[in-house]
C-alpha cells in the first residue's frame, strides 16, 4: 500500500479530483438460498481499471458482484448481488459522478420469485424447472440516457465481451446504450484471464485495437 | 509447505497410506459460453478436509468445481465443472479409493442442450427462457451403491447443506445414498463461512453435535 500512495504521488493526474464510478464482476440471481445464475466474469478487468483510475488522482468507487478480489487500494467498495441491486447502488450515486464505467456482466434477467428454502429434489419438480425470468433494468442504457440529457458533463464507457460478431454488437451497443465508447474483448479469450485483447469503439472515430 | 511437511510428519496418521478421494466446491452448469447456473459453496470445507487428511498421512485426491481457492498443499487436483465432468473424475478413480467424502455442493440438475454462442438479449426470447433441464447423475448415491457392493471396504461420507429440516433431510440422504456417515449443516449459517456448526449422523449411532 506504501507502494501505491507513492505509486500514486509521483504519477501525473488526468482525473485528479475527479468522481469515477465502476461496476465490475458478474451478478448472482439467485433461484433459491443457495442456487443461481451467475457468470464467468472474474471482476479482474474492473479490479485493475479501478485500481489504475484511483492512481490517476480519481476518487474510485466500485460497485462489485461476487468475486474472489480483493478491494483495489484506495477505492471505496459497494458490494452487491443481483443486478437489480447493482442498478440501486449506481443510481444511489450516479448525480455526483464524472465518469462511469460500466465493466461488470450485468445479468439481463432476474429470477421472478425465488425460493426462500432450499428446493428439494425429492419433490415433484425439478429446481429451477418453473422459472420465471423477469427483465433487468440495463443500467448502462439508463445511465448513457442520463448523461445525455443532464448539464454536468458524464462521460460513459461500455463494455462488451462476446463470442461472435464483436464489431457488430459493439457499435449497436453504442447506439443503444448511448455511451461515450464501448471496449470490446472476444469473452472466450477474456473471461477469468489476466490478458487480454481489446478494441475500442468510439462514435467519432474509427474502432481502435490496443 | 515446509510447516506443513512437518506438521505431517510428527502428526500420528490414522489414515497412513489410505487413499482418500474428495469433492469440494460448487459445480457450473452451463447455459451458454460465459452464463451458468451455480451455488454458493466456497469450497473451504472440503479444500480443509483434504489438508486434513493429508496431515494424517493419506493420499489425497480432490475433485473440485471452480473456487477460488489455493489447492490443499499435497494433494492431486483434479479441476472440473459441471456435475457431470465431477461423477467422470470421481468415477475414473472410485476404484482404488479407500474413504470417499462427497463435500461438493452438487447440481441435481444439469442444461440439456447449452447455446454455443452468448444469447443475445435482442433475440425475441430471453436467454434460457427456454432451457431444458436433465437430471444429473447422483455421484454421493452411486459412490454408496457401489461400496455396498463390492468386496473391498470403502467408507463413505456425505455432506448436506440445508435451510431447514435438517434432521430429517440428513437421515434421508443416509438411506437413500448408503453412505455411511451423513455430515449435516444449515446452508444460511455455513456457506461461505469459516466456521460452522456440524451434525454427524450415522445408521449405528445417534446425531453427534461437533
Redesign the interface.
Known sequence: EVVLELARAVNPKPLNGKQVLLTAGPTFEA???????????SGKMGYALAQAAWLMGANVNLVSGPT?LPAPYGARMFNVQSARQMHAAVFNQIEQIDLFLGVA?V???GIKNPST??Q???NAE????HME?E?NPDILAEVGKLASERSQPLTVVGFA????NLDE?AQ?KLMNKKAHFIVGNL??DA?GADLTELTVYSKTSKPERL
Chains 1, 2 share one sequence.
Open positions: 433461484i433459491d438460498p443457495v442456487r443461481g445464475i451467475t457468470n464467468r466474469s474472489a456482466a445479468a439481463d434477467y428454502q432450499k428439494k429434489k425429492q425439478p429446481a429451477g424447472l425470468f427483465l465481451a462476446e463470442t461472435e454488437y449497436q469473452a472466450q473471461l
